[in-house]
């Protein structure tokens, strides 16, 4: 199942978030040995200390299988703070209806079958999710680093990235930036591409989110 996690719900979900960050350990420390913070055996950075909301993908047997971070770009995040290089001049948003997400994380070798009541995989779940976070707090754009790898997933998944500027090199990974639609006839795309016909985003912690 996928949860939405916002700011004021993660003491209630400390868990689950202690889950994620030791999830976001495993896939950006061990398996990409990209050069991140960590405490222990977690992943954790100065953008998980603002506020952010996260999606998280639990799986029928209570295990974290996903997660990805999402952040106003009215505040700090990453790509203004971190990858500015990354983008050509005056294309960094500073927009309430446009929030970035980053640390998009899945469990793909833990994964196996998956949860028997879902045909998609974690990767398109949390891509349904984000267009319906989106879709629900009024977002126009989600702006996102990611690599290039991702990059094609997003196009097969029929959510395609628009591309601030040329990708780059960080570290071992091709890096670029760039932005993704939010609307109900990108909702409508990548449900129809993953099998997808309800909504899947938990509900509850959406109330009352601006």
Known sequence: MLYLISAKHHEVFAGWLTDMHQLRYRVFKERLAWHVETVGDQEIDRFDEIGPAYLLYVDHAGRMRGCVRLIPTTGPYMLRDVFTNLVSPGSLPDDAKI???????????????????????????????MIEFGLAVGLSKIVTVTDTRVERLLRRG????????????????????GLLEISTAALDRVRKHAGIVHPILWKPALENEA
């Open 99 to 129: 929030w970035e997400s980053s640390r998009f994380a899945v469990d793909l070798a833990g994964f196996e079958k998956g949860d028997p009541k879902v045909h998609a995989s974690p990767t398109q779940l949390l891509f349904t999710g």
């Open 158 to 177: 029929q959510w395609p990235l628009v591309r601030l500027g040329e990708p780059q090199i960080i570290g071992s990974t091709e890096a670029v930036a």
